[in-house]
C-alpha cells in the first residue's frame, strides 16, 4: 500500500494486524503463535492476525492448542535462541494459567543469567468490561505484572498508539505485555504513520491544561479526554496524560504536570485497591506533597469480579460522571 492510497482512519484491531504484518515482513525472526491465530480458525477470535498466515505461511503464524503454559513455554525458548516471538494470549484473564512462565522465566532469565541471556518476547493479551463477558473474562491485571522487575506493561488507547506501541515491543530485546481493550477494537481513530515507532516508557501529553492533572491508560483514558473537553465548557481547564507504558511509567512527565496544576486524579479499569493508581498516587506525594492543592485521588473499579449483568458490569466501569465529580472535588479542595 503506498502512502497515497493509505486510510486517514482505522480502528485498533486494524493497527494492531498492521503492526504484526510490518513486523513479519521486516524480520524473518518475528513469528507469531497462539490460540486459532492461523487463517484456517479465521485469523483469531476477533481477527487480529486474519491474512498473516497465508501471507507468511503457518510455520511463522503458528495456531496452537488452548495450552498457555505452552503457548509461553515455546515462545520462551524461541526468544532465547534468537526469534522474536509475539504470543498471543487470547484473554488477560487466561493468564494467570502462564504465570510461572512469565514472572519466573521469561521476566527473570535477563537477571540470572548476569545479562547475557535476554528474552525478546511481546505477549499480546486483550480484556476489559463491556460485553458481559463474566468475572472470568475481562479483569485488567496490569499491576500483577508492573509488580515484576524484568517485564514491560504496554497498554494503548488509540488505534496510532496501537500500532507504534507494538512495533516498539517487538522490537525490544525484553519481555513485554501488551494489553488491548475488547471494547475499544472497532473504535476508529487517526492511522498511524506506517513505519513509526512510539518509543516505550515515554508518556503522552494527549491535552494540556493549568488546573489538575489527569493520569489514565487504556480506553478509559478516551473516557477523562470526554470529560475535560466538557469540563473546559465550564472553565476547568484539564492536562490529560495518557501513560501508554504502564511499566515502566513516565514519573518525570507526571511530576511535571502535577508540580504546575497542583492537583491529579489518576483513572484505571482495574480495581482500585492496590492498582497501578495507588504506585503513581504514592510517588506524587512523595516528590510534591508541600505543592498540592489538594489530595491526590484514584478513581477505579471496586474490589470484586468484574459483573455478568449489563446494569452491574456499568457501575463496575470508572464512568464519566465518576471522573467528573473527582475532577471538581479536586478544584474545591485545599491540602492544609
Not at 508541600?290 to 485521588?297: A, D, N
Request: proline share 6%.
Amino acid at each position: 500500500m503506498s502512502a497515497s492510497e493509505s486510510p486517514k482512519t482505522m480502528n485498533t484491531l486494524q493497527a494492531v494486524n498492521l503492526a504484526l504484518d510490518d513486523a513479519l515482513a521486516s524480520d524473518p525472526n518475528v513469528i507469531l503463535l497462539g490460540e486459532d491465530v492461523g487463517d484456517r480458525q479465521a485469523g483469531g477470535v476477533v481477527g487480529a492476525t486474519k491474512g498473516l498466515s497465508s501471507k507468511y505461511g503457518d510455520a511463522r503464524v503458528r495456531s496452537t492448542p488452548i495450552a498457555e503454559q505452552a503457548i509461553m513455554g515455546a515462545a520462551i525458548g524461541a526468544a532465547i535462541v534468537g526469534m522474536r516471538p509475539v504470543a498471543e494470549i487470547m484473554l488477560m484473564n487466561f493468564t494467570t494459567v502462564a504465570m510461572d512462565m512469565i514472572v519466573n522465566h521469561a521476566a527473570k532469565l535477563r537477571f540470572m543469567s548476569g545479562g547475557q541471556t535476554h528474552v525478546p518476547l511481546t505477549i499480546r493479551t486483550m480484556t476489559g468490561a463491556g460485553f458481559g463477558n463474566g468475572g472470568q473474562h475481562s479483569d485488567y491485571l496490569e499491576a500483577w505484572f508492573a509488580h515484576t522487575a524484568g517485564i514491560k506493561v504496554v497498554a494503548p488507547s488509540t488505534p496510532a498508539d496501537a500500532y507504534g506501541l507494538l512495533l516498539s515491543c517487538i522490537e525490544d530485546d525484553d519481555p513485554c505485555l501488551f494489553i488491548e481493550n475488547l471494547p475499544g477494537y472497532w473504535t476508529p481513530g487517526p492511522a498511524p504513520m506506517r513505519g513509526q515507532r512510539i518509543p516505550l516508557g515515554k508518556a503522552n501529553v494527549v491535552r494540556a491544561g493549568r488546573d489538575v492533572t489527569v493520569v489514565s491508560y487504556a480506553r478509559t483514558l478516551n473516557t477523562c479526554v470526554a470529560v475535560a473537553d466538557r469540563l473546559a465548557k465550564d472553565g476547568v481547564d484539564v492536562e490529560v496524560i495518557d501513560l501508554r507504558t504502564i511499566a515502566p511509567f513516565d514519573e518525570a512527565t507526571i511530576l511535571e504536570s502535577v508540580a504546575r496544576t497542583g492537583r491529579a486524579v489518576i483513572v484505571h479499569e482495574a480495581v482500585k485497591s492496590f492498582g497501578v493508581g495507588a504506585e503513581i498516587a504514592a510517588r506524587i506525594n512523595e516528590h510534591l506533597h508541600e505543592q498540592l492543592k489538594s489530595p491526590v485521588t484514584r478513581i477505579g473499579a471496586p474490589l470484586c469480579p468484574v459483573p455478568f449483568s449489563k446494569a452491574l458490569e456499568n457501575a463496575y466501569i470508572p464512568s464519566e460522571s465518576a471522573i467528573e465529580e473527582a475532577i471538581r472535588s479536586r478544584m474545591s479542595r485545599k491540602s492544609r
